[in-house]
């Protein structure tokens, strides 16, 4: 026991599933959210968060997924439901806040990292060292203090204006510069996790180290990063 714990979570009230990119399609539970017994719990209707987010001025900045906007849509609902479980954790003042989703088959324990992040200073964020896909890795993460864990959750402020510059909203590469922006520390460690599909199928992942398989795009995407916060100062 590392301290007091509390649970927060945002769901959509999603009755069924059509994803042509992932393969699924099928009827879903509403009451699954119940497995988690959280101590703050929000459930929405899906779309509502759509015209908030300026879904149809992000559509003009391009189809990263090229799949008639499926997966942008899929993405601005995700943004918007951390904005909000991050919105409740963060008025009951949180040292740390470890964002996980609950659609993921975690392979290790998270105390080893525990250790390390209630030693680590304000303004960090543990981030998966696997498949940043030229970003960061977006599927969890463990933030110190508010300010990192404003800038992980609350990313969906950034959207559009980094849509604007980068020609499009890519998930890692979003979360990437609002962590830059915000000037969090980041830190990786290799707690794996991995998809599960609707039908209860688990997904083969890549766990090598992003570093490794790109060991080149560090310094360019940083030289990337420095450019698009330029262009925003400016604008």
Known sequence: MVGEVRTFAHFFRQVEIDNPRSGEKGML???????????????????????????????????????????????????????????????????????????LMYWNSFEKVLGKAVKAPDRTAFIPSWQHWLGLNDRFSLCIG?????????????????????????????????????????????????????????LREDFRDARLVFPRTEKFLKRVGRRVAQRSLFR
Not at 147 to 162: E, S, T, V
Not at 186 to 192: H, K, Q
């Open 146 to 202: 508010t300010d990192a864990i404003r800038a992980y959750g609350a990313r969906q402020n950034r959207a559009l204006l980094f849509a604007q510059d980068a020609s499009g909203l890519h998930a890692e590469r979003l979360l990437r510069h609002a962590l830059e922006q915000a000037e969090v520390n980041v830190r990786r460690f290799n707690v794996r996790a991995s998809r599960v599909r609707s039908d209860g199928q688990i």
């Open 29 to 103: 539970r509403d009451d699954e959210h119940k497995l988690l017994a959280p101590n703050h719990l929000e459930l929405e209707e899906p779309d509502l968060c759509l015209d908030k987010m300026g879904f149809q001025i992000l559509k003009t900045y391009g189809d990263v997924w090229n799949d008639e906007f499926r997966s942008l849509r899929n993405l601005v609902h995700q943004l918007h439901s951390l904005d909000r479980v991050t919105i409740a954790a963060l008025d009951w003042k949180p040292d740390i806040c470890i964002f996980v989703r609950p659609d």
